[in-house]
């Protein structure tokens, strides 16, 4: 049962554009959502989270979307560059003792072109 | 160490054989965990140690999967009788919280695959 679906599997977006990925979640125990960059060759590195009792959340060119009663999150690059090319996992958490690890999505290859 | 370091970066293996990979946190952090990337496919969790707790091995696929954590430290991934299904990149990731709230911190990862 794939708990984070996210889509879409690849994306490619000129410079300067603007990258959407989308996410879904089913279990609302989660209540703790990032997402994470990951180059080719590298583990993946946390870019961003947020929390269920914000709407958004920005951090420079990138800005975090969050519907609570759509279950349902995203990830919007701003003014996308080639070095943004990578792929980008969403993640969510349910809290609780030894339960608590993360569930990732299936990811998306962005390719930012000249 | 500045990061979480895995060894070997590559591992080629015979069908059969058992490897063993090794993973190192970053000094302090009490949540280890493993997750296996195939290609294409996203992050799929293995195991989870937390502190002296008795690990979460929810995601091993089979019995000839298993990992321990020694000292609170340093962890092996251990896969006996390796199978072409097992072929994939194995990441581990520490963090200072049990919670995961902090992020994880991944390693680069042990490439394996299996001929």
């Known amino acids: 049962q794939q708990q984070v679906k996210q889509s879409p599997q690849s994306l490619i977006v000129q410079k300067g554009g603007i990258s959407i990925i989308n996410c879904a979640y089913e279990n609302t125990a989660f209540d703790y959502f990032p997402w994470y960059q990951q180059f080719p060759g590298k583990g993946p590195a946390l870019l961003i989270a947020i929390r269920p009792d914000v709407s958004e959340k920005k951090e420079g060119r990138f800005t975090i979307s969050f519907n609570k009663s759509a279950k349902q999150f995203s990830l919007h690059i701003m003014d996308s560059q080639p070095g943004d090319s990578a792929t980008y996992f969403c993640?969510?958490?349910?809290?609780?003792?030894?339960?608590?690890?993360?569930?990732f999505g299936t990811g998306t290859r962005l390719q930012v072109t000249l | 160490g500045a990061g979480v370091s895995q060894s070997p970066s590559n591992k080629v293996t015979e069908k059969g054989k058992d490897v063993e990979l090794r993973c190192d946190p970053i000094?302090?952090?009490?949540?280890l965990y493993w997750y296996r990337q195939s290609l294409g496919q996203g992050l799929e969790f293995l195991i989870y140690?937390?502190?002296?707790?008795?690990?979460?091995k929810s995601g091993l696929p089979s019995d000839r999967f298993s990992a321990e954590r020694t000292g609170g430290s340093v962890s092996t991934l251990t896969i006996q009788r390796t199978q072409q299904e097992d072929s994939a990149v194995y990441l581990c990731?520490?963090?200072?919280?049990?919670?995961?709230?902090?992020?994880?911190?991944f390693g680069s990862g042990t490439r394996l695959t299996v001929v």
């Open positions: 993640a969510a958490l349910k809290p609780g003792g030894t339960a608590s690890k993360l569930t």
């Open positions: 990731a520490s963090s200072s919280h049990g919670t995961g709230r902090g992020g994880y911190t």
């Open positions: 140690f937390q502190g002296n707790s008795a690990p979460d």
């Open positions: 000094s302090g952090h009490t949540a």
